[in-house]
């Protein structure tokens, strides 16, 4: 059996490939949209969105389900399926995944990112109840009260900085004894009075049992182990986009997130990436979807001028 066609395919579910998902089906584009896991993406996994704008506050999985919702109501095709490879096939594409194969005109890779976990007890079931990848989002969920930041590079120090406008007290917990930080970082973050350090140490446990109470930390050059108690844990060390599937197909940074100009456009024809997967994105949900609305336009612009209508 020839594999299924379709004008746009979607990778990842997300808020990214959901807006894209909205504009492609609302242009009437048989538009397929392919998600491993669960649709909504990162989101998904966030008890409180509230810098949507126009929805001072929703539940991150309802989120995404009223972004599902309202695509598929413009004839949305969704499939559980991870991508596995895109290959050019002539002037179309070819999607592998692991439920099979489709053709299609255009492809637009809204694979997100995941961030990198401390892989101790504690941190899964606790995520969205204190502990966060997020300081941006959910740093106001803990006014006036102390809070962990792990990581020493610029994204730790950056919103452990904006964490203080919130929180009484940031702990920065670093596993080596100086940061890795920007100077100018370093110097704001040192002159901070809520901000305090704790050197050569790693945290070993997240404690709690509905929501954060503390961490145990154990110190490398001592060894000393300890218990701190604090309200939430900001996990900042690193992230990595899922794009393995696109390595030597695309260009990408050093961190493999994918190039693209401000349409979204990767350097191949046909071939977009929005999201969280792009270099230099501002990783939110308002820009993700953003980035979704821009590639599906895109891609729209490049269906209309490259090939006739139900090519
Ligand atoms: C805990 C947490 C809380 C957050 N809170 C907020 C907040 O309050 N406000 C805010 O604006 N932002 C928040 N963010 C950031 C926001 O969620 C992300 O910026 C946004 O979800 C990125 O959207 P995306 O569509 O680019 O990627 P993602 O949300 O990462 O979605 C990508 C999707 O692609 C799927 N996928 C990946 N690879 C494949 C493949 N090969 N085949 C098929 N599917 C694939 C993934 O399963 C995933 O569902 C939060 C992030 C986290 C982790």
């Known amino acids: 059996m020839p594999p299924q066609a379709y004008d746009i395919v979607i990778v990842g579910g997300g808020p990214a490939g959901l807006a894209a998902g909205l504009y492609a ?15 909504g993406g990162q989101i ?8 949507y704008p126009g ?25 559980s399926a991870a991508v596995t490879a895109l ?35 504690g941190e899964e079931r606790l995520i969205g109840r204190g502990v966060s990848y997020c300081a941006t989002c959910d740093a106001a969920f ?3 009260q102390h809070v962990a930041v792990v990581g020493g590079g610029d994204a730790a120090i950056d919103e452990g900085l904006f964490t ?7 702990t920065a917990i670093h596993r080596r004894d100086r ?29 709690g049992d509905e929501t954060v109470t503390g961490v145990r930390l154990h110190n490398r050059q001592t060894g000393e182990d300890s218990a701190m108690d604090v309200a939430a844990v900001f996990i900042f060390i690193g992230q990595h986009p899922n794009t393995d599937f696109l390595r030597g197909l695309v260009s990408m940074d050093e961190g493999g997130h994918v190039l693209v100009n401000e349409w979204m456009e990767t350097e191949l024809p046909g071939l977009y990436a929005a999201g969280d997967a792009r270099q230099n994105a501002a990783r939110q949900v308002v820009t993700s979807a953003g ?20 090519e």
Do not use: C
């Open 164 to 170: 203080t406008r919130y929180a009484d007290r940031v």
């Open 179 to 207: 940061l890795r930080a920007g100077a100018i970082l370093q110097e704001r973050a040192f002159a901070n009075p809520k901000m305090e350090f704790v050197w050569n140490t790693v945290v070993t446990e997240i404690l």
């Open 291 to 310: 980035d979704g609305a821009t590639a599906a336009i895109a891609a729209e612009r490049y269906l209309s001028s490259n090939f006739a209508a139900y």
């Open 25 to 39: 089906a609302r242009g009437r584009r048989k538009t397929l949209l392919l998600e491993r896991g669960v649709t």
């Open 44 to 51: 998904a996994l966030t008890e409180l969105v509230e810098n």
């Open 142 to 144: 803990f006014k006036g």
């Open 87 to 121: 290959e050019r096939k002539g002037k179309r594409w070819l999607v592998r995944t692991t439920e099979g194969e489709y053709v299609t005109n255009a492809v637009i890779v809204t694979a997100g990112a995941d961030y990198n976990r401390l892989g101790v007890p």
């Open 55 to 79: 929805v001072p506050s929703v539940n991150g999985f309802d989120l995404a389900q009223a972004m599902l919702k309202q695509a598929e109501s413009y004839g949305l095709e969704t499939q």
